[in-house]
């Protein structure tokens, strides 16, 4: 009987290929990563993690903050170029000082961050901190490791 030795090289020659094609260069930055995920898939996570979300928590009504976000993150998403994004901004009743952008562009901002961001400007300042994730694919690389 013969014992089958796996090809070590063979191996190490599929995995390497295999790194190589995954690896994509991050708009912007020039950053080298790695992405076994279509951009399409992750899309698509996003829009089921937001659907989740929006069940999951309260969406702010006061017109001011949703008017204020809307305004602020549609000119942050224009200046993305990213128009294959279905951009959507919330605010959501929650004292934490946070907010985040999934992929395809579902951007959410806690009431709790806004005394902290005071103006458009400081709002921008963070919307377009957590676009900058989403554009950079953050989360798709995130699950590729």
């Known amino acids: ?13 599929a995995l390497a290929l295999g790194v190589v094609v995954a690896c994509t260069t991050v ?6 990563q790695i ?14 993690a937001f659907r989740q979300a929006l069940t999951k928590s309260k969406v702010s009504t006061d017109p001011a903050l949703n008017a204020q976000l809307t305004r ?36 959410v901002v806690y009431t709790g961050i806004l005394p902290v961001t005071r103006d458009d400007a400081g709002l921008a300042a963070v919307v377009g901190h957590e ?7 953050h989360g798709g690389e995130r699950v590729s490791q």
């Open 1 to 13: 009987m013969s014992k089958r030795v796996p090809h070590v090289p063979t191996t190490v020659l």
């Open 27 to 32: 708009p912007l930055t020039g950053r080298t």
């Open 35 to 48: 992405m076994l995920m279509p951009e399409s898939t992750e899309q698509e996570m996003g829009v089921t």
């Open 72 to 107: 602020v993150g549609a000119r942050i998403a224009a200046a993305t170029g990213r128009t294959d994004y279905q951009w959507e901004f919330k605010v959501f009743e929650d004292k934490q000082v946070n907010a985040f952008c999934l992929p395809g562009g579902k951007v």
């Open 131 to 137: 676009v900058a994730h989403a554009i950079a694919r």
